[in-house]
């Protein structure tokens, strides 16, 4: 029985939250084009059990870059998105945009542990599985460096 391959959908609403974080935090998300990232969603399957991460980033390298504008490809699994509150997606997109190189282009930052630290002191450690945690998007967190 063969398995079937991914769909996947553009995921517009993770651009948006994108570009009003990099607005809202400027000296927290330095030289980040939210246009150079896509954002997909895998939406005919769960994310598989063993897999913690709830999304997934790469780089697009030359000479792919020839053809498409896009430094970065986020991909994420319409059953970990769909539901979550604005915080909690917002939460995500900041993970997200914690792991792009502000000095160097279409280049990935390594998690500190198994995260950034930068999150973990900001919003605690179960922030991914929470819907209480401070509003990100009403412009007012300080991040914890």
Not at 45 to 68: E, H
Not at 125 to 145: A, F, H, R, T
Request: aromatic share 8%.
């Amino acid at each position: 029985m063969s398995q079937s391959k991914p769909h996947y959908e553009e995921l517009d609403e993770f651009i948006q939250i994108a570009n009003r974080l990099i607005d809202l935090y400027p000296s927290v998300f330095p030289s980040i084009d939210p246009n150079k990232i896509a954002a997909i969603q895998i939406t005919n399957k769960s994310r598989p059990p063993k897999r913690q991460q709830l999304w997934d980033m790469k780089p697009i390298q030359p000479p792919i870059t020839l053809f498409c504008p896009k430094q970065f490809i986020v991909t994420l699994y319409s059953d970990d998105w769909d539901g979550r509150s604005e915080n909690s997606k917002a939460a995500i997109v900041s993970d997200v945009l914690f792991s792009i190189d502000p000095k160097e282009e279409a280049k990935v930052v390594p998690f500190d542990k198994k995260d950034h630290g930068v999150m973990l002191r900001t919003l605690g450690v179960d922030y991914s599985d929470s819907d209480d945690i401070p509003n990100i998007l009403d412009g007012n967190l300080e991040w914890k460096k």
